[in-house]
């Protein structure tokens, strides 16, 4: 089956971005995808310090966008990340929704683990994401005719046990949208991504946003899909757009019967 993960370079404009995700979905479809994600903060990328004046929930804009994106093009279609209202706080959710070639929301995830962080050795600023977010709590993943998809975003990768946790619920996909640093990325990203693929024996998915965004916040892109044995079928150039590749299931399933890891463990079952 073909995948694709859209890279794109978000600013503070929820018309702007939407017109330029539903041009770079159409692009992939067109392509032959039959999953498509998108990278987090899709919709709105705020400049560092703001409030957030953009928050919408379920049966807003934007996730009324992504309906209509995917039952358009027929595809398995995940909305990155956008910031979804919650009743009776102030802060929002940093929300993933998955939605189905029908149109229909398959599943909603909310970010689990928040970036607060102080990256000012590093050359970079500090962040405080649990300030104007609040943190999910369930571990989230949806079915499709090609298997199971697990749901994650950003910072999460660095928490390994989620996505043991998923794959423990048979996941063939993981998805990891992200807004990733450029301090962090360029010695990080890659290879979480490909630890999580190595040792989960899985598809990793990983759209990424890149460049400069307003209030000269920068992030690292290099948006790729990784395959269950760790090696990168494509990556992302240093500009907005979709990569795409063809993942082979029974490729997956012969790494995974050479290489039983999931069945060898011997300790922490969640």
Sequence with gaps: MRVAVVQMSSVDDVGANLASASKWVAQAADQG???????????????????VPCAQTLDGEIVGALREWARRHRVWLIGGSFHEAVPDEPR?????????????????????????????????QAYRESERVVPGTQLTWFETPFGVVGMSICYDVRFPELYRALAERNARFLCVPAAFARETGRDHWEVLLRARAIENQCFVLAPAQC????????????????DPWG????????????????????EQDRIRAALPVLQHRRLGHS
């Design 92 to 124: 929002v959710a940093n929300t993933s929704v998955a939605v189905a070639p029908s149109g229909e929301i398959a599943a909603v995830y909310r970010k689990i683990h928040l970036f607060d962080v102080d990256l000012t050795a590093h050359g970079g």
């Design 231 to 250: 090696l990168v079928l494509a990556r992302a150039a240093d500009r907005p757009g979709p990569v795409l590749a063809d993942c082979f299931l029974e």
């Design 211 to 226: 460049g400069e965004h307003p209030g000269g916040r920068l992030t690292y892109g290099r948006s790729m899909i990784v």
């Design 33 to 51: 995808a039959e999953l498509i994600a998108l990278p987090e903060n899709f919709a709105f990328l705020r400049r560092e310090g703001m409030p």
